[in-house]
């Protein structure tokens, strides 16, 4: 793993949380029993630590002297902005600062980055975009298959024809180069640096896989302590496994639409009830992972452009309730032949294919999953077959005709997703 130097921009006033911590600098403020700045330097590895400080500098600097934290820093003067903070502590410190730089806003708690950081590229410009319960007042990236940011919707736009969960997240590498290079010497990161490095097709998303939480509203803070009473988080610094919700797609999220021609399909409808599981899931930090058979693909039913846009309207449907899936594993091979239209290379028998575990090794290899702490919902003996094989810790079975109607059920459910977070 490349290591490289940190740059924390901690330059912000914090006016939604200051009616509770008056006069104190959100990087200090407390969070499950260490400050905010505590947690980044403890979750982020990096070569040398710098600092863009504006409001509250002194008691930052204070902290760093009493802690005995080996920190370089800059103060503002007036408020320049995150960009701005930024771009002068580069070029205050740019002989000894490395070529490529992990920046992070100093509002947010961190939590498992390890696993990010490692899968981030050397020399190149990196955003790194998650998933939330509000995108629509977020700013997203547009991201292609091959990781390249095309876009940036911001979230004062009133754009809401191309729906995308993909929130650009608060923490980037940035080359050194690029910065100094930049004519702004004010402004916003994601509002006004991120747009013109996008539009010379220099950024590369990486998906969070980790926790980042802006800790700018008291409910949030709250909400990170409710979190670390129930001991979602491990202790220590160190690249960890993960607890996960695993989903079948058709018959456990949506109603099952058979297989047949795309064009002969009925729009996407939720499973009732099932949205009330993600939702606990979403909540308490454990990531909602899709594993489903896509055989349609090879048959020539539709496309993977026309599977894509499926994903894309359940995320829609999702957002109107404030939920999210994580991440999405399909299988695209199917071995029967003799469909007419059908895709010759994906007509194959393959080791991704449920019941076979192809699908979990590829959720493991990005997400680092704990298969034994994790569990399955599925709706088919195949599912199951698949949640045996992967040595699942539990396999819940969704009959999507009585699932919503299944009370108990639904209570063991939550009992059991309660238990994964201890």
């Given at each position: 793993?490349?290591?490289?130097?940190?740059?924390?921009?901690?330059?912000?006033?914090?006016?939604?949380?200051?009616?509770?911590?008056?006069?104190?600098?959100?990087?200090?403020?407390?969070?499950?029993?260490?400050?905010?700045?505590?947690?980044?330097?403890?979750?982020?590895?990096f070569a040398r630590l710098f600092l863009s400080l504006g409001f509250g500098s002194e008691k930052v600097v204070s902290f760093l002297d009493d802690h005995k934290i080996n920190g370089e820093y800059s103060i503002e003067s007036k408020p320049l902005g995150s960009f701005g903070g930024l771009k002068s502590t580069v070029v205050k410190f740019r002989e000894s600062l490395s070529q490529d730089i992990i920046?992070?806003?100093?509002?947010?708690?961190?939590?498992?980055?390890?696993?990010?950081?490692?899968?981030?590229?050397?020399?190149?410009?990196?955003?790194?975009?998650?998933?939330?319960d509000h995108p629509f007042d977020s700013d997203r990236v547009i991201v292609k298959a091959n990781g390249c940011v095309t876009g940036l919707i911001p979230k004062t736009s009133s754009i809401t024809s191309e729906f995308i969960n993909t929130t650009?997240?608060?923490?980037?590498?940035?080359?050194?180069?690029?910065?100094?290079?930049s004519p702004l010497s004010e402004g916003d990161i994601g509002m006004d640096f991120l747009p013109m490095l996008i539009e010379k097709g220099d950024v590369e998303a990486v998906r969070l896989t980790g926790v980042m939480k802006d800790v700018g509203s008291i409910e949030r803070l709250n909400k990170i302590d409710r979190l670390y009473s129930m001991s979602a988080f491990a202790n220590g610094a160190a690249i960890r496994t993960k607890r996960a919700a695993f989903f079948d797609l058709d018959g456990t999220i949506i109603w099952d639409r058979g297989s047949k021609m795309r064009s002969e399909l009925q729009h996407i409808e939720l499973i009732q009830g099932i949205s009330e599981v993600i939702k606990l899931c979403n909540i308490n930090l454990i990531p909602v992972i899709i594993v489903s058979n896509q055989g349609d693909l090879a048959k020539g039913f539709k496309t993977k452009a026309e599977l894509d846009e499926d994903f894309l309207q359940l995320e829609y449907i999702l957002a109107q309730s404030g939920i999210w899936v994580d991440d999405f594993f399909y299988c695209p091979h199917h071995p029967d032949k003799g469909f007419q239209g059908e895709v010759e290379e994906l007509k194959v028998i393959c080791d991704c294919r449920k019941p076979r575990v192809g699908l979990f090794d590829q959720a493991h290899k990005k997400w680092n999953i704990n298969a034994r702490k994790s569990v399955m919902f599925g709706n088919t003996p195949s599912d199951k077959a698949f949640s045996d094989n992967v040595g699942m810790g539990h396999y819940f079975s969704i009959d999507q005709e009585s699932f919503p109607y299944q009370h108990d059920y639904q209570k063991r459910i939550k009992q059991y997703l309660s238990d994964l977070t201890r």
């Open positions: 793993m490349i290591v490289r130097d940190l740059i924390v921009i901690a330059g912000g006033q914090g006016t939604r949380i200051s009616a509770h911590f008056p006069g104190l600098p959100k990087l200090l403020l407390p969070v499950a029993g260490k400050t905010v700045f505590e947690h980044l330097i403890c979750e982020i590895p920046v992070i806003l100093g509002d947010v708690f961190v939590f498992d980055l390890m696993t990010d950081i490692r899968n981030i590229h050397s020399d190149r410009n990196s955003v790194l975009y998650s998933k939330n650009v997240s608060g923490l980037y590498v940035f080359r050194k180069k690029d910065i100094l290079e």
